[in-house]
């Protein structure tokens, strides 16, 4: 044995950073749709501060090096990108797995089959409710409705798997169920019914947004029945109201532990709200290769494993399982990002979720939406 075999190396005293597995890329903040619960920043990005095409692909081949096995194809609405396909294209050539997310706002016929010979694996589409002036009233856009069962359609035809994704709220928490029904219509492999969470426009939007407790409980009655009723024909995934959970998420699997996101200006961040937490400055892909980022750029160690936690947190024995919860949660219901999430029955904060966050109240006014705007123009596929 030499003095440099295995034997002879000292255990490291903390376990190595693993690489990402997934980066969820904001191509663009341009999108058709209005929704007010977007989890975008408020401050929307124009096209004249997009990375270009030849940017996103080195990001991926990075990315690809750096051990990420998925990219979702994000936005805004990345549709708006004339290069998506080009994109697409790239990422099936170095061996990436990649998942568009769209409104479906913008896709052709053409455009899905493009995509699909460009070596896309996977459609997750958006819908806005079960019934049409509904969900076009939600989406802020006239006819999104109609398109949507268009695309799905083009998505089936074309051979690609299908997943319909709806947020829940107060306008259409009644109809959880008949979404659910709706997706498997549309031919959907999975289903995703995730109740609202309270970041960027839909934080501006909470008290229009919140649905009233009899209603979100009736919901996920109503959703959780289903799984009985369509097992074996859709996946359900079920994300439940999260002020209302004993416990809080494991925002993102654990901050910087699994995923990433890039923002459409080439922003590396660790969630889709963290550019919310003062003090945090996030390395661009435009001057810093994506593994610098990961493993040594400070916004990623902020809160990194668990050595940065504090009490009740620090002794808690779900810190591995939840980490802490979300950050920008905590930031968001007590302006400290550092304290453990307010959801967690054990956090010195449990109260404000309550008094901050509590269900609506029974034959509460309705409070009109703050909609998304983007002013730039979006173009087709
Ligand atoms: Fe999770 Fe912290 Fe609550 Fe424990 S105390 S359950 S680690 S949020
Ligand atoms: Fe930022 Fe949860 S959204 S940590």
Redesign the pocket.
């Known amino acids: 044995m030499n003095e440099t075999s295995p034997q002879n190396v000292a255990p490291p005293l903390t376990p190595p950073v693993a690489p990402p597995l997934g980066l969820l890329a904001e191509l663009t903040h341009r999108c058709p749709l209005a929704c007010p619960y977007c989890s975008n920043p408020l401050e929307l990005e124009p096209l004249a501060h997009e990375l270009d095409t030849a940017t996103w692909n080195r990001v991926f081949s990075e990315a690809a090096a750096l051990g990420v096995l998925q990219v979702h194809l994000s936005g805004g609405e990345p549709v708006a990108r004339r290069d998506l396909t080009e994109i697409v294209t790239h990422c099936a050539k170095i061996g990436l797995y990649t998942n568009l997310i769209t409104s479906g706002i913008g896709l052709t016929e053409r455009g899905v089959e493009a995509l699909s010979e460009a070596g896309l694996d996977h459609v997750q589409l958006s819908i806005q409710d079960a019934e049409a002036a509904s969900a076009d009233r939600i989406a802020g856009y006239e006819g999104a409705y109609a398109k949507k069962q268009a695309v799905a359609a083009w998505v089936i035809k074309a051979g690609l798997p299908l997943t319909v994704n709806a947020v829940i709220h107060h306008a259409n928490v009644s109809r959880a169920g008949k979404m659910v029904e709706m997706a498997v219509k549309l031919g959907a492999r999975r289903v995703e019914i995730a109740h609202t969470q309270y970041y960027g426009w839909g934080l501006v939007n909470r008290a229009a947004l919140m649905p009233g407790r009899t209603e979100a409980e009736a919901a996920v009655a109503e959703v959780e029945a289903l799984r009985q009723t369509y097992a074996g024909t859709i996946v359900i995934d079920h994300v439940m109201p999260d002020y209302h959970a004993r ?2 998420k494991a925002c993102m699997g654990g901050w910087a532990r699994r995923t990433l996101n890039i923002t459409p200006t080439g922003k590396a961040l660790p969630c889709h709200a963290a550019e919310t937490i003062p003090g945090l400055n996030f390395a661009n892909v435009r001057d810093m290769s994506l593994a610098d980022i990961w493993f040594h750029s400070p916004a990623f160690e902020a809160f990194r494993g668990t050595a940065w ?1 504090r009490e ?2 620090a002794s ?4 591995e ?5 979300c950050r920008c949660q905590a930031l968001a219901l007590t302006g400290d990002a550092s304290r ?2 307010p959801v ?4 010195p904060d449990h109260d404000k979720v309550a008094a901050v966050a509590g269900f609506r109240q029974e034959g509460a006014a309705e409070v009109p939406y703050v909609y998304r705007r983007q002013k730039q123009p979006v173009s087709s596929v």
């Open positions: 416990y809080p936690m009740p947190c808690c024995e779900r810190k399982i939840d980490f802490g919860g453990t999430d967690c029955i054990a956090s």
